[in-house]
């Protein structure tokens, strides 16, 4: 009886290894395709008892979001949904009071706020690469 959980333990751990390469494999290959479009800001809240989420917004060289994307959830299974609301601003002009008034939750304001903090700390280190090999 023993045995059979101890088969059961390791199939389901594979199985969940496997799926979350699949679901890394199918992100990057998304980035990928988004990257097309544009520069792409990425941000996540982690969730450690509320759902985790990843925003992705394409922004065009001025840092105004051509458009975004979403992913919450708990499970491997979670796929990328549009995420609209911010179209037309600049990465900038995101807020946390922004993000209220548009009725967010706080996991999706968290993202939203670490796609912007994201974005301005590497155009940061682009700067300051810039700098040195000058």
Known sequence: MLGY???????????QTVLGLRQFRKF????K????????????AHGHFAAGVL???????ECRILRGEIMEG???FA????????????????????CKSMKLSKQQIT????????????KLMKTEESLVVN
């Open 5 to 15: 959980f101890v088969a059961l333990a390791v199939a389901v751990w594979i199985a």
């Open 28 to 31: 990057n290959n998304h980035i």
């Open 33 to 44: 395709e988004l990257r097309k479009e544009g520069r792409v800001a990425i941000g996540r």
């Open 55 to 61: 925003v992705l917004f394409v922004i065009d060289s």
């Open 74 to 76: 708990r499970t491997v």
């Open 79 to 98: 796929g990328f949904k549009p995420f609209n609301h911010f179209n037309g601003l600049t990465l900038f002009e995101l807020s946390g009071e922004l």
């Open 111 to 122: 993202a939203v706020i670490s796609a912007q903090k994201e974005y301005e700390s590497y």
